[in-house]
């Protein structure tokens, strides 16, 4: 569904990436795991066509990112792909059901409708009672629960996820990406997410490593 092929990118003369080659099959659930500045999260951008390869190319159900337009890029990004952050980046000014009813809204679907399907996700993930809060009114972990909500609602073909349970405690950790990735599993949602965890990565179908930008499959001398 998703490969990279021999892709690199360089900010300015620092290589960030070097060569990577990497395949995500539908409903796959891939991770790549690295240290801070290893070149996880940049590669991640690539692979969504946020961030330009400087070399190479990432292909997504058969076409070449770079080939297509600002706006078909865009439209991708809202269609067909989902992203989840470490601190969830909710707007403040929304309520949990309204950040979670986004991505369909975008998508051009009416209020009702929208905030209907968003709360059935809410309800799935535990978070049915708190649709009606603002991000600074529920914790951290329902704040990323609702993110990954976010994510989800829309049934993209791929989340990418950078560093998704980074910013909580170990059980809040623990529990958010078994919901996680049990819901994407559930919708046939691939998911590439990066994590400096081990424990993150163990979850997943399959590994990779990276170090100063060279990405490696998981077990590979």
């Not at 099959?25 to 690539?46: D, F, I, N, P």
Request: aromatic residues 4%.
């Amino acid at each position: 569904m998703l490969t990279a092929t021999g892709v690199d990118l360089s900010y300015g003369s620092r290589p960030a990436v070097r060569d990577a080659h990497l395949a995500v099959r539908a409903g796959e659930v891939v991770a790549v795991t690295g240290q801070s500045g290893s070149g996880k999260s940049s590669l991640l951008y690539c692979l969504a066509g946020v961030l330009p390869t400087t070399r190479g190319h990432v292909r997504f159900e058969g076409r070449t990112l770079d080939d297509l337009s600002d706006d078909d890029i865009s439209t991708l990004r809202r269609e067909r792909f989902g992203f989840v952050f470490q601190y969830g980046e909710l707007l403040p000014e929304l309520t949990i059901e309204e950040n979670t009813a986004l991505p369909l809204r975008l998508a051009g679907l009416r209020k009702q409708p929208a905030l209907a399907q968003a709360g059935e996700v809410l309800e799935r993930l535990g978070l049915g009672e708190l649709r009606g809060r603002r991000p600074s009114q529920v914790s951290g972990g329902q704040s990323q629960r609702a993110a990954v909500a976010r994510a989800l609602v829309h049934r993209p073909a791929i989340v990418f996820a950078d560093e998704p349970t980074g910013s909580l405690d170990s059980g809040n950790a623990t529990a958010v990406l078994a919901e996680f990735l049990g819901l994407a599993r559930s919708q046939g949602t691939a998911v590439i997410l990066v994590t400096h965890d081990p424990g993150v990565a163990a979850q997943a179908d399959t590994r990779y490593s990276m170090s100063d930008g060279v990405l490696t499959p998981w077990g590979a001398v």
